[in-house]
């Protein structure tokens, strides 16, 4: 059994920097690729960012690209996402994936956690 617990998440002012961090554990947890997703009120979940461990390749939505970073721990199965001038549009459940293959598409990933809730006030 794998689990991803995310962790970081919280409410700050537009402009401001948040940190978030998934941990993954589980005997046999193996992913090369790990990727943040969101879902704001009301829309359908959506792809940030993604990163391939093996090669340290990364790849960002057009709405984050130059404000995020996705990056990983000394151990594997650390994933983080440094989140730098945040507008009120980036409030959402920001949620944690693993998966064989590097994708936008939320079901290329085999593995979840529950989210942990941004919220930036304008």
């Known amino acids: 059994q794998v689990q991803l617990v995310e962790s970081g998440g919280g409410l700050v002012q537009a402009g401001g920097s948040l940190r978030l961090s998934c941990a993954a554990s589980?005997?046999?947890?193996?992913?090369?690729?790990m990727g943040w997703f969101r879902q704001a009120p009301g829309k359908e979940r959506e792809f940030v960012a993604v990163?391939?461990?093996?090669?340290?390749?990364?790849s960002y939505a057009d709405s984050v690209k130059g404000r995020f970073t996705i990056s990983r721990g000394n151990a594997k199965n650390t994933v983080y996402l440094q989140m730098n001038s945040l507008k009120p549009e980036d409030t959402a459940v920001y949620y944690c994936?693993?998966?064989?293959?590097?994708?936008?598409?939320?079901?290329?990933?085999?593995?979840w956690g529950q989210g942990t809730q941004v919220t930036v006030s304008s």
């Open positions: 990163i391939r461990w093996s090669a340290s390749i990364t």
């Open positions: 994936a693993a998966g064989a293959w590097s994708s936008t598409k939320e079901g290329q990933y085999d593995y």
């Open positions: 589980g005997r046999t947890f193996s992913s090369d690729v």
